[in-house]
C-alpha cells in the first residue's frame, strides 16, 4: 500500500522558513518522481513543484522559483520542499505527491494528507 506521510508545517512569520518532508512507503521510491502539491484556503489545487525520480531535474511554479528547494533523499524514502522568504499567500496545505513514472510532468497517481503552513505575523 503506497503512503505518504507530510510532516514539518506550522505557523511562520512573513520572511521565515519551513522544511517540509514527506515520508514515503509500499513503493520503490527511487523508481518514480515525486511533487508538491497546495491548497490554499477557500481556493483550488495549485503546483508547486517536481522532481525526477533520481532527482536530476526539478521544476517550480513561477511565484516559487528562487525561493523554494525541492530535493529527495532516495536512501531513506524520503521527500523534502525548503521554503524560504515565506509569504502570507504561501498559507496552505502542502501536499506530496508520487508520480506516475520517473518524470515530474506525466502527473501524479497517489496523494499524501497534507501538512498545514501558515505564514502569519
Known amino acids: 500500500e503506497v503512503q505518504l506521510v507530510e510532516s514539518g508545517g506550522g505557523l511562520v512569520q512573513p520572511g521565515g522558513s519551513l522544511r517540509l518532508s514527506c515520508a514515503a512507503s509500499g513503493f520503490t521510491f527511487s523508481s518514480y518522481a515525486m511533487t508538491w502539491v497546495r491548497q490554499a484556503p477557500g481556493k483550488g489545487l495549485e503546483w508547486v513543484s517536481g522532481?525526477?525520480?533520481?532527482?536530476?531535474?526539478?521544476g517550480y511554479t513561477d511565484s516559487m522559483k528562487g525561493r523554494f528547494t525541492i530535493s529527495r533523499d532516495n536512501a531513506k524514502n524520503t521527500l523534502y520542499l525548503q521554503m524560504n522568504s515565506l509569504k502570507p499567500e504561501d498559507t496552505a496545505v502542502y501536499y506530496c505527491?508520487?508520480?506516475?513514472?520517473?518524470?515530474?510532468?506525466?502527473?501524479?497517481?497517489?496523494w499524501g494528507k497534507g501538512t498545514l503552513v501558515t505564514v502569519s505575523s
Open positions: 522532481i525526477n525520480s533520481d532527482g536530476g531535474s526539478a
Open positions: 505527491a508520487k508520480g506516475r513514472s520517473q518524470w515530474w510532468n506525466v502527473g501524479m497517481d497517489y
